[in-house]
């Protein structure tokens, strides 16, 4: 156990131009000698989706060193985390090496976040695991979400750390009626997608329920929409640019927005707000 100091802390609100529509995470600045155990009781204490923990880099590319944590564990990536940290350190008195960019070193890997006008994009880490769930585990998320499996136009794993899956079904509608059983997929990290009508300000509609990390519905997710982007876009399921919305259902309004470069990057992107400056005592 270290003995407690004093240290920088920001909440920022992340995936929404409107403060506290979005996705909160917790950040503390200086995550220097604290030890696992003590990240993982203030990441409970905070009971957000995730909080993380910024240390100096271990690689020479990288402008710092990200941990993150929810509830129940720790996480190797997540999305909203990694926007929302960026903005922090940024806000903190961070100065990348890179004047349009800054490179995170997580347990994923280096992670590149661009530098927009009022936003921040990640690049989508590759993918650990993808192709179509097999049967056995398709047939427990359809009977958690109480649907038949006729109503699932396709499926996939998507996971780039954090252990995602994702069904698609026809509409942003059916998305939104999901009424899960979470205790029939208690270790699931699993997402539903569907279509807005045309016309929409966005394409999709996003639901994220992560039981497996403590979290029954994230209000916006940023990994998993990077793994669904890299999917679609792959596969002519969505154009190159498109928007989804998330949060809906939580009261909450999160718009990210998703761009496939021709070699394949896919960049997650949205707004970044610090909504708590202050302290911590860790």
Request: aromatic fraction near 6%; charge should be negative.
């Amino acid at each position: 156990m270290t003995m407690p100091r004093t240290r920088s802390f920001m909440q920022v609100d992340v995936f929404s131009a409107q403060p506290y529509g979005g996705n909160p995470v917790a950040v503390v600045l200086d995550g220097t000698d604290l030890a696992d155990e003590e990240m993982q009781r203030l990441a409970r204490w905070t009971n957000l989706s995730e909080t993380t923990f910024v240390l100096p880099p271990t690689a020479a590319e990288a402008d710092y060193r990200l941990r993150i944590y929810t509830p129940g564990g720790e996480l190797p990536f997540a999305g909203h985390p990694t926007l929302g940290s960026a903005r922090a350190w940024l806000e903190g008195g961070g100065t990348p090496q890179h004047a349009d960019r800054i490179v995170q070193e997580c347990a994923a890997g280096l992670v590149t976040v661009r530098r927009g006008d009022g936003s921040l994009s990640f690049a989508g880490p590759p993918r650990v695991r993808e192709g179509a769930l097999d049967d056995a585990y398709l047939d427990q998320i359809v009977a958690a979400f109480g649907i038949t499996r006729e109503r699932v136009l396709a499926h996939q794993w998507v996971d780039n750390g954090p252990g995602w899956a994702v069904v698609q079904l026809a509409t942003a509608q059916d998305v939104l009626a999901l009424e899960p059983d979470l205790s029939l997929i208690p270790t699931a990290m699993v997402g539903a997608i569907g279509a807005h009508p045309e016309g929409s300000s966005h394409h999709f509609e996003m639901r994220t329920f992560a039981p497996g990390a403590g979290v029954p519905e994230d209000p916006a997710c940023g990994s998993m929409n990077a793994g669904v982007g890299q999917w679609l876009t792959a596969i002519g399921g969505a154009p190159s640019a498109y928007r989804v919305s998330q949060g809906t259902r939580l009261g909450r309004a999160a718009s990210i927005e998703i761009t496939a470069d021709p070699d394949g990057t896919v960049w997650v992107s949205g707004a970044t707000t610090v909504c708590i400056r202050g302290s911590i005592t860790a």
